[in-house]
């Protein structure tokens, strides 16, 4: 079995005749001549596999379907500093490719692998480096018109074709996506069992970094939000420098990237391990609005569907608060909610935490179908202001579990990190000292 090549065919499939260019990311330089840790193109990863920089795939469909490899070449010398390299040849042989050759050949042959072909699929408009490099390689079949050799007659999206493809993952993708949930979940819980009053953000920060690497993820999906009190109504809030009190709540919103897949994890609970009793009429407000989302997530549902459910209940919780006044339907219809709940109640999830994927099409949410991946995660941001009773001044909640669409119930990837009150309790009731 190998993903990378039944992708590249389908693809072709879609492409019907033509050349597609689909590049790496580059290496980026972080200060000097130090750069950031290496991180390849998520639409080259869904393709090849190959997880060097300064590589470019190549996808020639007339007829038959080629994939052609242009990598770096294997140097001994560069090996000795950098690690290991695979070189062409042996690049082809791992990774299923038809032909592959260096790097340094790209310009060369490129000009000649676009000859006479009737489209170009390139992502236009993403790198202006690589669109003039394109149009290059366009002018040089260009200027051979003369011998009745014709350029492409159409540049089209790439990223449009494999967007589509992505929503929808396979069985290799979603094994990949419920070791990370569970990898993210085991570091959730480990945060729970070190927070304790007097302790910084940071420390429980390098608690879930601990937990992602030693289970062998890579790296953190995104960078991670670890909020203690009045910080949990900042919704990006990442400066994770503030001391931990006795009383407030800490929302951390972290996940680990595996393999290249995201998983994305929000849990909110009480610094001393015990929820107070307005605490946990505002906690208890978010879970059954995500529950109800939940509900919604069905094959045939409309994106929007989660959200709206979310909302209904949301509201009517800001109206037993005392946050808002009204009706429910007259809250919704003023968006005067917005003040305590102003985001989405999901994105799409994958190679990219806010993964590849329109939520519309021609004008209308789309429809859930089994194998996309979301995420579902409600939230309540009470800061201080008038009408705001001050017993919920400065408590931020959202929780958020990675869920995907199946023919029946969604199947919650997150399902084993505690989030009711009395699994949080019980978590951290078993803390160190």
């Not at 990598?71 to 592959?100: H, L, N, S, T, V």
């Not at 302790?199 to 670890?226: K, S, T």
Request: charged letters at 25%; one cysteine or more; proline letters at 5%.
């Amino acid at each position: 079995m190998n993903p990378y090549r039944d992708r590249r065919l389908k693809l072709a499939a879609q492409m019907g005749a033509g050349v597609a260019v689909i590049p790496t990311a580059p290496e980026r330089l972080r200060n000097r001549d130090t750069t950031y840790p290496y991180r390849f193109d998520s639409y080259f990863h869904y393709l090849t596999g190959f997880p060097e920089p300064e590589a470019v795939l190549v996808l020639v469909v007339n007829g038959g379907v080629k994939s052609i490899l242009f990598c770096r070449d294997k140097d001994e010398e560069r090996e000795i500093w950098d690690g290991f390299r695979y070189g062409p040849e042996a690049a082809r042989e791992a990774f299923g490719m038809d032909e592959a050759y260096s790097i340094t050949r790209l310009d060369e042959m490129m000009p000649k692998l676009l000859a006479d072909q009737p489209d170009l699929f390139f992502d236009l408009g993403a790198d202006p480096s690589w669109d003039t490099r394109v149009v290059g390689w366009l002018n040089s079949v260009r200027a051979q018109a003369r011998n009745g050799v014709t350029a492409p007659a159409g540049i089209r999206d790439v990223r449009a074709l494999l967007d589509e493809m992505r929503l929808i993952k396979d069985a290799y993708e979603l094994a990949i996506m419920r070791r990370a949930a569970t990898i993210s979940g085991a570091a959730h819980r480990r945060a729970m069992r070190v927070t304790a009053p007097g302790r910084y953000e940071y420390e429980i920060e390098a608690e879930l970094l601990h937990e992602f690497r030693r289970q062998g993820a890579q790296a953190p999906a995104y960078m991670p939000i670890v909020a203690g009190g009045a910080n949990a109504c900042v919704l990006h809030y990442v400066r994770n420098d503030a001391p931990l009190r006795d009383g407030d709540l800490l929302l951390i919103d972290a996940g680990c990237e595996l393999d290249g897949y995201a998983s994305d994890i929000t849990r909110t609970f009480p610094v001393n391990g015990r929820f107070s009793a307005v605490q946990k009429d505002c906690y208890e407000i978010v879970l059954a609005a995500q529950q109800a989302a939940m509900e919604q997530v069905r094959v045939g549902r409309h994106w929007n569907e989660p959200h709206e459910a979310a909302v209904r209940v949301l509201v009517q919780g800001m109206l037993d608060l005392g946050l808002v006044t009204g009706s429910v339907e007259g809250v919704i219809e003023s968006l005067a909610y917005k003040r305590f709940y102003m985001h989405k109640t999901g994105h799409w999830l994958g190679l990219d935490v806010h993964d590849a994927g329109d939520y519309k099409r021609g004008g209308t949410w789309r429809r859930l179908e089994p194998g996309m991946v979301l995420t579902v995660e409600p939230g309540l941001y009470i800061r201080p202001g008038e009408g705001v009773p001050q017993a919920l001044w400065n408590i931020g909640i959202r929780i958020e579990d990675d869920v995907c669409v199946t023919d029946g119930a969604c199947e919650v990837l997150t399902a084993a990190t505690p989030k009711t009150v009395a699994e949080i309790e019980a978590c951290m009731a078993s803390r160190e000292a």
